[in-house]
């Protein structure tokens, strides 16, 4: 079956980078693309970004633009999310999503990363 | 601010119908996908496309999509169904995505 696992909470300062992974299985991982997805706390989801996991396209989104990195290892089946320059307002919960061409039909858990003095 | 716009909440009684509703100029070209999400937990697709639902999702999860506004339907409310509702489509360029604000359901 078709899992996404993604690495655990995060707590760092502002002005530091961090670097979430998602982990996949039970499918070719070359074939779909991966997005990332935020929600801040009692907030709605906002997108971050996409990935090919076939080519390593990225494509993200305006506001992180500059700030925002997507990686991927074909070898390992883990795609990769790094957020550098870290402000308190992207404290958030971080969610990657198995993205067939915007629907996202499967999720990872979600990795809490919080942003904090 | 989003370029998807939602009610922030919409109520329904237990077994009746609701439609929650996502409106945006990129609707007029691009399909929408809802996902739900209860507490605590990571979204769920729930319909997507030309109203195509995953497996495992009720058929009583409907999706429309008219102008520029796309509408997911629940025929027959469950109290299962109360959850947060999103909708995202590529944004007015068509370059990248957005979710619209999401509607918190209430199943009275």
């Known amino acids: 079956q078709v899992q996404l696992v993604q690495s655990g909470t995060e707590m760092k300062k502002p002005g530091a980078s961090v670097k979430v992974s998602c982990k996949a299985s039970?499918?070719?991982?070359?074939?779909?693309?991966i997005s990332w997805v935020r929600q801040a706390p009692g907030q709605g989801l906002e997108w971050v970004g996409w990935i090919s996991a076939y080519n390593g396209n990225t494509n993200y989104a305006q506001k992180l633009q500059g700030r925002v990195t997507m990686t991927r290892d074909t070898s390992t089946s883990t795609a990769y999310m790094e957020l550098r320059s870290l402000r308190s307002d992207d404290t958030a919960i971080y969610y990657c999503?198995?993205?067939?061409?915007?629907?996202?039909?499967?999720w990872g858990q979600g990795t809490l990363v919080t942003v904090s003095s | 601010s989003s370029e998807l716009t939602q009610d922030p909440a919409v109520s329904v009684a237990l077994g009746q119908t609701v439609r929650i509703t996502c409106q945006g100029d990129?609707?007029?070209?691009?399909?929408a996908s809802w996902y739900q999400q209860k507490p605590g937990q990571a979204p769920v697709l729930v319909n997507y496309?030309?109203?195509n639902r995953p497996s495992g999702i009720p058929d009583r999860f409907s999706g429309s999509i008219s102008g520029n506004t796309a509408s997911l339907t629940i025929t027959g409310a469950q109290a299962e169904d109360e959850a947060d509702y999103y909708c995202n489509s590529r944004d007015s360029s068509a370059n990248r995505v957005v979710f619209g604000g999401g509607t918190k359901l209430t199943v009275l």
């Open positions: 999503a198995r993205d067939l061409g915007l629907q996202y039909d499967y």
């Open positions: 039970g499918y070719r991982f070359s074939s779909n693309g």
């Open positions: 990129s609707l007029r070209t691009h399909y």
């Open positions: 496309g030309k109203n």
